[in-house]
């Protein structure tokens, strides 16, 4: 029996490009991002080189590394497409944007710009629906850390701090289909912790030192088991229709006692204010 004899090049140039096929889809289909990837493009069939990575087919993706961003302006994953899940896997986001609270509780950021940790949203405007991200850090981003836009998004187990609007955000575009904030914090950005658009949830999560609230809320939302505190504003700001209970909201509009809630939602129970059970 003969067998085939290769060049020590060629053993080489097989075992880089059997690597290379490895690190661009992991054996269980998840499609894997880092910087080098970012870089090069092509991580689906819509991706440019560069920020920020397209995302434009439905699918799993999962970071294998940390995701530098050059500027304020720059966004680092663009979602455009429905059905898409973001598993940072405990890497982070990280751009250059720089937040500090004041005196007055109110927090100043530097520099801002139009760019997004992890944005979803379609060229028409109509959202992207069934978004999920979760599993890591986004810091520093000139706008938003996490913006989700669509129906029946969530975004869980995340951390975004230092972002120059608000941390983390989910906005539905129908009625009767939000967005879920679960398990998550929202630290130190320019406006709010995090937000929910109508129809939606907050559950589990703590959001301190913002500029403006803790936590917003629109419409017909719930508001469950949060911690709030330090927030330049309230803690919690909620929409008519919307309820709230068992959160601790203390220490927010500049440590004074009242308000630490805004808006006319209804105090279902449970929560702490202060040294009230109360939430005024």
């Given amino acids: 029996m003969r067998y085939a004899r290769f060049a020590p090049e060629q053993v080489f140039a097989a075992t880089v490009l059997s690597f290379w096929m490895t690190a ?122 996490v913006s989700l836009s669509g129906n029946q998004s969530r975004i ?12 983390l955000a989910v906005n539905s575009v129908s009625l009767s289909r939000g967005g879920a904030v679960l398990f998550s914090a929202g630290i130190n950005n320019a406006i709010d912790g995090i937000f929910v658009g109508s129809d939606g949830l907050a559950r589990g999560n703590v959001a301190v030192g913002n500029g403006r609230n803790g936590i917003r809320a629109n419409s017909r939302s719930a508001v469950l088991d949060n911690t709030l505190t330090r927030n330049a504003n309230t803690g919690l700001n909620v929409s008519s229709g919307s309820g709230y209970a068992n959160n ?23 929560n702490v204010c202060g040294t009230t059970t109360i939430c005024p």
């Fill in 248 to 270: 601790v909201i203390s220490d927010n509009n500049g440590g004074n006692a009242n308000p630490q809630v805004s808006g006319a939602g209804v105090e279902i129970g449970g």
């Fill in 24 to 145: 661009v889809v992991a054996v269980d289909g998840v499609i894997e991002i880092n910087q080098v990837r970012v870089l090069a493009g092509g991580i689906t069939p819509a991706d440019t080189a560069g920020f920020p990575v397209t995302i434009g087919t439905s699918g799993s993706y999962r970071l294998t590394g940390n995701l530098e961003v050059p500027n304020a302006g720059s966004t680092a994953i663009q979602v455009t497409t429905s059905d898409v899940t973001i598993d940072l896997n405990g890497f982070g986001i990280f751009g250059p944007t720089v937040c500090t609270q004041q005196s007055d509780s109110s927090v100043s950021c530097a520099p801002t710009g139009n760019g997004d940790g992890i944005r979803a949203s379609s060229s028409d405007g109509s959202g992207t629906e069934n978004v999920t991200v979760r599993g890591g850090t986004i810091r520093g981003m000139g706008r938003f850390g």
């Fill in 156 to 167: 869980e187990h995340m951390r975004a701090l230092s972002n120059g609007l608000s941390g």
